[in-house]
Nanobody
Framework: QVQVVESGGGLVQPGGSLRLSCVASGSFFSINNMGWYRQAPGKKRELVATITSGGTTDYVDSVKGRFTISRDNAKNTVYLQMNRLNPEDTAVYSC??????????????WGQGTLVTVSS
């Protein structure tokens, strides 16, 4: 069984920064893509950023230049550094992990989400 736990959310003023962390634990063969999604009140969930096991990253346009996704493969951890936050970034941020439980058996696990509130 694979578990994913996020941390690092909270209240921050506009222009501030936060760093989210997500750790995957349990029994699995490999972790491939890791990503962060967010869902604001009344809106659909959207992809924020992803990173492959090789370090290739992708971002939604609205966060490019402000957010940075990174990972530590040895620790099965993905991070999201969020700078110059604005109220439109307020949302529940969830971690998504994709890989293999055993060769040929895919896994996809979601974290429980962490709330980020940007407000003065």
């Amino acid at each position: 069984q694979v578990q994913v736990v996020e941390s690092g959310g909270g209240l921050v003023q506009p222009g501030g920064s936060l760093r989210l962390s997500c750790v995957a634990s349990g029994s699995f063969f490999s972790i491939n893509n890791m990503g962060w999604y967010r869902q604001a009140p009344g809106k659909k969930r959207e992809l924020v950023a992803t990173i492959t096991s090789g370090g290739t990253t992708d971002y939604v346009d609205s966060v490019k230049g402000r957010f940075t996704i990174s990972r530590d493969n040895a620790k099965n951890t993905v991070y999201l550094q969020m700078n110059r936050l604005n109220p439109e970034d307020t949302a529940v941020y969830s971690c998504n992990v994709r890989g293999m439980v055993v060769p040929g058996a895919e896994l996809e696990v979601w974290g429980q989400g962490t709330l980020v509130t940007v407000s003065s």
